[in-house]
């Protein structure tokens, strides 16, 4: 019998390393220190990406910590039981990721001035990017046809919810002074500008040459071979479908465009103006 997803507060989670108990408890108890930086995306929104650039800027790009230590240990996920247990005992100055949604995040985000960085992605590559890696993984229940996972997507019946309710819930946050607002698109564009905007958001000077180390060690390719960051450690405890693709993917903006049929780009384009007028679309750079 095949595995279904776990559902908490309305919304699927994979049936592996989550418990909606737990994430309730967090919700009331978990304190975010001042100190923290909080990576938080919809998922396949670039988190990898900017966790290793946040932890190169930390070591002014040395790639010791991220060679040798895992990336969900360098900065534990909230929502996830070994990250919630991982987090308890981390010194501070943590990092710390989550893709809830910020009405089921830990409530204490509201009273913090911890640092937080959004980091916002074209949802279609999201959608694209999500059907590989899902269907890739063992712990999410699996889709037949990209059509199947485009019509959940839009329902917002995806693992994490809907993407729309996501960037609408933490963008109203973003006239806070410790919001970041970023795109995938950007970092991907002028990766070294988007990695200095960081650096000015979170207080830290590096050199040139160190931006130059976390550039390098950051690329794509360095993360497609860096097995503490590529998610290859899964396969040793029986996570993911081998040969059935990779969690460093293509890395590009814009592949939906080599998936939608005609139909589902006019959809998409319907349904994305609908959910998000009330946004300035200025937010939006893709
Ligand atoms: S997850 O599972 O939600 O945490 O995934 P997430 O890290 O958010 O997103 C995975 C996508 O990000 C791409 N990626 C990168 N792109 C460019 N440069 C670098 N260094 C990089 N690292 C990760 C990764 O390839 C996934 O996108 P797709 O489109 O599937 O390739």
């Known amino acids: 019998m095949t595995q279904k997803n776990i559902w908490y507060e309305g919304i699927a989670f994979p049936f592996v390393g989550f418990n909606p108990e737990l994430?309730?408890?967090?919700?009331?108890?978990?304190?975010?220190?001042?100190?923290?930086?909080?990576?938080v995306t919809f998922p396949k929104s670039g988190t990898n990406w900017l966790i290793e650039i946040l932890c190169l800027i930390r070591s002014k790009g040395d790639a010791t910590q991220i060679q040798s230590v895992p990336i969900w240990v360098r900065s534990p996920w909230v929502e996830?039981?070994?990250?919630?247990e991982d987090l308890k005992t981390m010194e501070s100055p943590r990092l710390v990721s989550t893709h809830l949604p910020i009405h089921i995040f830990p409530k204490s985000i509201h009273t913090t001035k911890a640092k937080v960085i959004y980091l916002m992605r074209n949802p279609r590559d999201v959608l694209v990017s999500g059907?590989?890696?899902w269907n890739?993984?063992?712990?999410?229940?699996?889709?037949?046809?990209?059509?199947?996972?485009?019509?959940l997507f839009l329902d917002g019946n995806v693992v994490f919810g809907s993407w729309f309710?996501?960037?609408?819930?933490?963008?109203?946050l973003r006239d806070?002074?410790?919001?970041l607002l970023l795109s995938y698109e950007e970092l991907k564009q002028d990766t070294r500008s988007t990695i200095e905007k960081i650096c000015h958001f979170l207080g830290e000077k590096l050199e040139p040459e160190e931006i130059n180390l976390v550039l390098k060690n950051s690329s794509f390719q360095a993360m497609k071979e860096n097995k503490?960051?590529?998610?290859?450690?899964?396969?040793?405890?029986d996570l993911i479908h081998e040969g059935h693709g990779s969690f460093m993917r293509k890395g590009i903006s814009g592949d939906w465009k080599n998936h939608f049929t005609v139909t589902q780009a006019e959809k998409f384009d319907k349904v994305f103006k609908e959910k998000m007028a009330d946004l300035p679309q200025e937010l939006f750079p893709w």
């Not at 408890?25 to 909080?38: G, I, P, S």
């Not at 996830?80 to 919630?84: D, H, P």
């Not at 309710?165 to 109203?172: M, P, T, Y």
């Open 131 to 133: 059907y590989y890696f």
């Open 165 to 172: 309710d996501h960037v609408h819930g933490w963008l109203s």
């Open 228 to 237: 503490m960051s590529n998610y290859s450690l899964l396969s040793e405890v």
């Open 176 to 179: 806070q002074k410790n919001f």
């Open 23 to 39: 994430m309730r408890k967090a919700y009331e108890e978990f304190v975010v220190n001042e100190e923290d930086v909080l990576t």
């Open 80 to 84: 996830t039981v070994s990250g919630y």
């Open 136 to 151: 890739y993984v063992k712990f999410v229940e699996n889709t037949k046809s990209l059509q199947e996972y485009f019509e």
